[in-house]
């Protein structure tokens, strides 16, 4: 049973992690990984660390199940945090971990310390009321995921897979109502291929333009040719969009609107009016999107320039793999693309290179989550939605395990907390949000595992 002292604990342990300031880079996040094994230690439950480089580190944990039924993992949650960028901006210390006005404070409270401070204790409760799951339910606590992974999922994938052999898995984050009683669960994520385009034309002097081989001029027709692309000639899906609308059971003349791919350009501008945040969340669930964000070149004022290069941030929906990237952003530059080079920024060098993914909107995994939501809050529906970021459970997905972004905020909680707070100023969470999420996680392992 979830008791108002265990909320204290989580509460605490939530405060702690936020203290321990694992700002990635460099991470450090080896702390934070003490931290929850000295809370799993007061609690009799054994588990292992494994540093993966100096100061940074990766925790599992596993309650054995009675059967080789499916097994389910708390996890794959990460401990590190992503840096301040306007400190002046808070209004409290981003890393005191201050608890007040019903909130916990500070950098990374939402994304996703909450999660893994309310997925500790679940496991830590399940464990000391001797819960015998028919299948294991492993707890798998990791450093780096705001930088690519390579020190956390990824270094622990490579030397001990043999851990990590799971069914299903629930991390970040979901758990917010879109309307009342409609609860959104993450079943993917858009994948994402960052491409840095380069125009090269002959350098002249500024003075004495006419007929210039401009490779700025070059770069703005792309950009323009891009922008349209990506608005009017993509293909469409509406696979994501039906999920939303059938979840949000909106009326017939709503979906059709929404799921009609020839009618969707047609209601965006509608949208775009009344709803501008919708707007782009169903263009984004609608397409894989090509936003040309930077433009860099020229060494003088009056220099025509030799090298024009821009970088298109392009969102994948799951199957979407970088022939389909490529060709479409062929298409767009049509005879541009010719006079192009077109190189992929890859996450070593910062960018994204990712696919899509995404796990089934329906099973009986689905299920227990909606029960587990239904055993606190009566009658509410869960709602697959596609995740416009990327985490670490795409690298589950790829070894065959159905994950899912799953919690549960408080219903206060509007969107529009949501949108700023993750990787923003005054980041916090309601402590009924952590009492809820503490409580689905429980519950589902109680309900699936039993
Ligand atoms: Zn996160």
Redesign the pocket.
């Given at each position: 049973m979830i008791t108002s002292e265990l909320l204290d604990e989580t509460v605490n342990l939530l405060s702690k992690l936020i203290q321990n300031r694992c700002v990635n880079p460099p991470g450090t996040e080896l702390v934070n990984i003490k931290t929850i094994g000295e809370y799993l230690s007061t609690k009799g439950v054994e588990y292992q660390i494994f540093e993966s480089a100096p100061n940074r580190g990766n925790l599992w944990a596993k309650l054995s199940g009675t059967s080789d039924a499916p097994s389910m993992m708390f996890g794959p949650s990460?401990v590190d945090v992503v840096p301040i960028a306007k400190p002046k901006a808070w209004t409290v210390d981003p890393f005191a971990g201050e608890i007040k006005d019903g909130f916990v404070w500070g950098r990374g409270a939402m994304?996703?310390l909450f999660i893994v401070a309310t997925q500790t204790v679940a496991f830590a409760q399940l464990h000391q009321e001797k819960f015998q799951p028919k299948g294991d339910l492993i707890l798998f606590i990791v450093a780096d995921?705001?930088a690519g992974g390579t020190f956390g999922v990824n270094w622990m994938l490579e030397h001990h897979p043999d851990l990590l052999k799971v069914d299903f898995c629930v991390s970040?984050?979901g758990g917010a109502a879109l309307d009342e009683g409609k609860v959104v669960f993450m079943l993917g994520e858009k994948g994402g291929a960052w491409k840095k385009i380069t125009f090269t034309g002959t350098p002249g002097h500024g003075s004495m333009p006419y007929a210039s081989d401009n490779a700025a001029v070059k770069a703005a027709k792309a950009i323009l040719r891009i922008r349209k692309y990506g608005d009017s000639q993509i293909p469409l899906t509406t696979e994501y969009l039906t999920y939303l609308a059938d979840g949000l059971g909106m009326g017939k003349l709503q979906k059709f609107m929404i799921t009609t791919p020839l009618l969707l350009p047609m209601t965006l501008k509608l949208l775009n009016k009344k709803d501008p945040n919708t707007a782009k969340i169903v263009h984004s669930l609608s397409r894989m999107t090509m936003s040309p964000n930077m433009v860099s070149g020229g060494v003088k004022a009056n220099v025509i320039p030799a090298e024009t290069s821009i970088v298109v941030d392009i969102r994948t929906l799951p199957g979407q793999d970088d022939v389909y990237v490529m060709k479409h952003l062929q298409k767009a530059l049509g005879d541009l693309a010719l006079k192009a080079r077109i190189e992929a920024i890859s996450e070593e060098d910062g960018g994204i290179a990712s696919s899509g993914n995404a796990s089934v909107p329906q099973s009986n995994f689905v299920s227990a989550m909606q029960e587990a939501v239904n055993q606190e809050i009566p009658g509410s529906t869960l709602v697959p939605f596609l995740m416009p970021?990327v985490?670490d459970m795409r690298y589950f997905r790829d070894r065959g395990a159905q994950c899912y972004g799953f919690s549960l905020l408080d219903p206060k909680t509007s969107t529009k907390d949501m949108a700023g707070l993750?990787h923003g100023v005054d980041e916090r969470i309601r402590i009924r949000t952590v009492e809820l999420t503490l409580k689905v996680y429980y519950n589902l392992a109680q309900i699936f595992l039993k």
């Open positions: 990460h994304d996703m995921e705001e970040e984050m970021g985490t993750p």
